[in-house]
């Protein structure tokens, strides 16, 4: 059986670390000024919100079927409900990092409550940490040092906001430095999107629509080993289209070709597709072309 820490509160993880805890909802942890001490255990299940900054290589971290060499200037989101395997490295010299872990009851009823499912990098897998410039560390170790500052502070009636308004234009930061990862690994994002479109042309050139159904965007990143989240904006950031955007038009331009076969019934083409349901399908060509497919074909 694994050998599993739960880590269901900010003071779980303090006391894990060897690090004070100041605020029961949320605490920064400057790596370097403490004297921190390693744990038996392997697996650990986080009902917290936690970022991690590393700033040497200090073991390899697993969370699902993905591992990630855990590098030095990368950060790391975890969402709770996640569980992690840590894999130690233990020539690695004394850790130094941050870690950011707040609670979500210090959000519930914010505005960054309400919007953190816009955040879509705390769902991507470990290895899709997010690699940070020199400069862009300076700018989220900044943010660190506010938040860090109002922790601090007796708690009054303005800490909650300002601590929060500050973990909401750290994680805004992060989406503009994953933009950027988006566009300074375009290469390899490209080897992405053209194996996708071989894929997806495989799937309709086999019986995987009848068998399984409509191409979803799990299935194809699953396939590339990606996170759906982070397959999702990576085609959206590449394309100007969602995942399923692009599938869907996929699915209409080989229906437009495949309806002007008279030998096959409107019925026989829409489970070909991969349609449950031939209505399904006769519903969403109407939607989208303004005409049914029967009046479609007698057009043309």
């Known amino acids: 059986m694994k050998n599993i820490y739960r880590i269901e509160s900010v003071a779980d993880y303090n006391k894990l670390s060897g690090a004070e805890t100041f605020h029961p909802l ?12 390693y744990t038996d255990h392997t697996h650990f299940y986080y009902g917290v919100y936690a970022i991690f900054l590393k700033e040497v290589n200090c073991g390899e971290l697993r969370y699902g079927r993905n591992s990630y060499d855990y590098e030095e200037g990368s950060l790391v989101f975890i969402a709770p409900g996640q569980l992690i395997e840590v894999i130690r490295n233990n020539s690695a010299p004394a850790r130094k990092g941050w870690a950011l872990l707040f609670h979500p009851d210090l959000i519930t009823g914010t505005n960054l409550g309400k919007q953190l499912s816009d955040y879509n990098f ?5 290895n899709e940490a997010l690699h940070i410039s020199e400069r862009e560390k300076k700018m989220v170790i900044e943010c660190f040092d506010k938040i860090s500052y109002e ?24 989406i503009r430095f994953y933009d950027r990862q988006f566009i300074t690994r375009e290469h390899l994002n490209q080897g992405a999107i053209e194996q996708f ?43 100007g289209k969602s995942a399923q955007e692009y599938i869907h038009l996929k699915i209409m331009n ?14 026989e083409i829409a489970y070909e597709l991969g349609f449950k349901y031939p209505q399904h399908f006769t519903r969403m060509f109407k939607k989208d072309l303004g005409m049914s497919p029967s009046e479609y074909r007698s057009l043309n």
């Open 254 to 267: 080989l229906a437009k070709e495949r309806v002007l076969d008279a030998s096959k019934t409107v019925s």
């Open 122 to 126: 705390f769902s991507y897998d470990i």
């Open 197 to 239: 479109e071989k894929e997806l042309n495989s799937y309709y050139q086999s019986d995987k629509p009848l068998s399984i159904g409509l191409p979803t965007v799990s299935y194809f990143a699953d396939i590339l080993h990606l996170s759906a989240n982070y397959f999702g904006d990576l085609i959206k950031k590449e394309t």
């Open 151 to 174: 922790i601090s502070q007796p708690i009054d009636k303005h800490s909650r906001k300002l601590i929060v308004n500050n973990i909401q234009l750290f994680l805004d930061y992060c």
């Open 26 to 37: 949320v605490s920064i942890i400057d790596f370097s000024t403490i004297d921190a001490s």
